[in-house]
């Protein structure tokens, strides 16, 4: 590193190597190890003003500014909260469940059965077999 | 020269900063305090606000020189990190940059609608007092903070910034070109404007007298 761009550097981040660019360090330290008068004097130089802007101290937030930034995160749910949180979610379940399941009986009673089956077992609503059902009341009534 | 990808400015949301200007290789130290505040836990908002106030009220008031307007920056900031704590995701900026983003942004529109009005000092900044000093160190060390304070009001705006996140929020080079949308070298000169503009300032309040040595 040359004398110049120490001087550059140290105009531009001040005299603590630490706020020097990282790949600039190794270098700007062997220059200071070979005493070179130039470097020294830029870092005297820099090092006043380093001091007069470490002397600009700000105050440090008040406990009533943390506590009201900390008000202003959504608070907690409440116990309320919580069971509406779960119960309405649950709810849209069950009543998709029930409608499921009300169309399943629907379906299995309004739909006729299979040809085989239905010689067997007549749909509730087949009407069908209406006349085999008053004749053999009509013969239970003629027995009376 | 190596120019950085310009970002739009817009608090609200998540600011693009590339890879390459943050140091993304190194764990992100706020992302699992993220997750927990995500997660509703009070004492990770405590935590976050212990980490994270100082530096960012420090930043407000420094760029704006106005402790109610950087107040009001600090709460904005942190209303932004509880609305998207929980959507945070690794690999993106990281967080503390993303952070400073934000609060710039709150600056920057802040200066632009008193840009008409030149930058006051606000009396009303309470100093910390250093029990530690004897009265009278105390009154010259008030007093050099506020000819600090009042130097560093009189830089132009870019200059301020610059310096600003370089000394006093101890980012690194990249970091802070990157912040600015300007480049490593952009950012030197403003620094080295700055602090020669600094110096001019504090020579004229000391009596002409060329501060450290002249080079």
Same mark, same amino acid.
Not at chain 1, 13 to 21: E, F, K
Not at chain 2, 22 to 29: K, Q, R
Not at chain 2, 130 to 134: A, E, P, V
């Given at each position: 590193m040359t004398p110049e761009r120490f001087a550059h550097l140290a105009e531009a981040?001040?005299? +603590?190597? +630490?706020?020097?660019?990282a790949e600039e360090r190794a270098a700007a330290q062997r220059l200071l190890a070979s005493d070179d008068a130039q470097a020294k004097a830029a870092l005297q130089h820099a090092q006043w003003l380093d001091g007069q802007l470490d002397g600009y101290r700000v105050a440090a937030p008040s406990p009533q500014l943390a506590q009201q930034i900390i008000a202003s995160a959504s608070p907690p749910p409440s116990l309320w909260g919580r069971w509406f949180g779960w119960l309405f979610p649950a709810s849209f379940v069950g009543v998709g469940v029930a409608g499921v399941l009300a169309g399943m009986l629907v379906a299995s009673l309004a739909l006729p059965l299979p040809s085989s089956a239905h010689e067997a077992l007549p749909n509730l609503?087949?009407?069908?077999d209406a006349d085999l059902v008053q004749s053999l009341d009509t013969t239970e009534d003629t027995e009376q | 020269m190596r120019l950085l990808q310009h970002t739009p400015r817009c608090p609200g949301r998540f600011p693009a900063i590339g890879p390459s200007n943050?140091? @993304?290789?190194? &764990?992100?130290?706020d992302v699992e305090l993220l997750a927990r505040i995500g997660h509703n836990e009070p004492a990770a908002l405590q935590e976050m606000v212990k980490r994270k106030l100082p530096r960012l009220l420090a930043l407000a008031s420094r760029l704006l020189g106005d402790a109610e307007e950087a107040k009001d920056v600090a709460q904005e900031s942190f209303l932004r990190i509880w609305k998207h704590a929980a959507d945070w995701r690794r690999g993106q900026a990281r967080f503390d940059t993303w952070l400073h983003r934000v609060a710039l942004n709150l600056c920057h529109d802040r200066l632009r609608r008193r840009k008409?009005? &030149?930058l006051a000092l606000d009396d009303s900044i309470p100093e910390p007092v250093?029990?530690? @000093?004897?009265p009278d160190q105390q009154l010259e060390a008030q007093a050099q903070s506020d000819l600090m304070a009042a130097a560093l009001a009189a830089l132009p705006e870019r200059q301020r910034e610059a310096i600003v996140l370089?000394?006093?929020?101890?980012?690194s080079n990249i970091e802070a070109a990157a912040l600015m949308n300007i480049s490593v070298e952009a950012l030197e000169s403003l620094l080295s404007r700055a602090r020669r503009n600094l110096r001019s300032y504090l020579a004229a309040q000391h009596g002409d007298v060329q501060p450290g040595g002249g080079l």
């Open positions: 981040y001040g005299a +603590q190597l +630490q706020r020097w660019p609503f087949d009407s069908g | 943050t140091s @993304l290789n190194e &764990p992100d130290p008409a009005q &030149p250093d029990s530690q @000093l004897r370089q000394y006093y929020q101890e980012m």
